[in-house]
């Protein structure tokens, strides 16, 4: 076992080293929050689901980036219930880390760990985006999600930690950055985002001949499934719906 994660060190010291060049030449908040998602995705082990909280100043709770729709639909539970991992991990009150092994049993959080697990997905791990770099302007938490029990063992949550510390500073170091234009970059890349997934709805209503409802719940499924970000999942079906059955 040893000597299994000894051997890791170099590719995850090389995966680091690449995110650090993408960061620098990363242009908004949002192309560092979209690159620092994908490398978790890759790095740690068992992360089915990635996503990012944010908690601004006012004390409100959102997820700008993820990795699937599902990923948002559990932050929003939490955001909710006011439990979990990264709504705990988010706050710069709050521990700079958050582990469950198993939502459905865990009584640090009788509504949220239920309701993930009724979801599927039963563990969760959550690294705080280090408030001294990000406040007062912002501070949150990096979220990493397993269908599995279990899952994320002490080095999956120890890389978790250094991208969290790698995000941290280049979230500092983006110049201008407030949480209005953030919003805005949301709002602009939720409409590009509506218009997709209106299309790939149209097209299944019109091959399937099921109704709107029934077409965004095909996609929403398929898109779990394959692990797939709705949007990407949507693009795909338009552009290749011609060789389709």
Request: net charge negative; proline share 4%; aromatic share 4%.
């Amino acid at each position: 076992m040893t000597v299994e994660r000894d051997s890791m060190t170099g590719p995850l010291a090389t995966q680091l080293m690449s995110l650090t060049k993408d960061l620098l030449a990363a242009g908004t908040l949002v192309d560092v929050l979209d690159r620092v998602v994908a490398t978790t995705t890759d790095v740690v082990g068992g992360a089915d689901l990635v996503s990012v909280t944010l908690r601004g100043p006012d004390g409100t709770f959102h997820t700008p980036v993820h990795t699937n729709v599902i990923a948002a639909e559990l932050d929003h539970l939490q955001y909710t219930h006011g439990e979990g991992c990264c709504v705990e991990c988010a706050d710069p009150a709050g521990p700079a880390a958050a582990y469950s092994p198993d939502l459905s049993i865990d009584l640090r959080w009788p509504s949220f760990g239920p309701a993930a697990a009724a979801l599927g997905f039963h563990s969760l791990a959550s690294v705080a985006l280090v408030p001294d770099a990000l406040m007062p302007r912002l501070s949150g938490a990096l979220n990493v999600y397993s269908r599995d029990r279990g899952s994320f063992d002490q080095p999956d949550r120890d890389a978790l930690m250094l991208l969290a510390t790698h995000a941290s500073l280049a979230l500092a170091a983006t110049e201008g950055v407030t949480r209005e234009q953030l919003l805005v970059e949301q709002l602009r890349a939720a409409l590009d985002s509506r218009d997709v997934i209106g299309q790939a709805k149209g097209i299944l209503m019109a091959r399937r001949g099921i109704n709107a409802e029934e077409a965004f719940d095909t996609l929403r499924r398929t898109s779990q499934n394959i692990n797939v970000k709705l949007r990407d999942l949507a693009k795909t079906l338009i552009d290749r719906h011609h060789t389709l059955d």
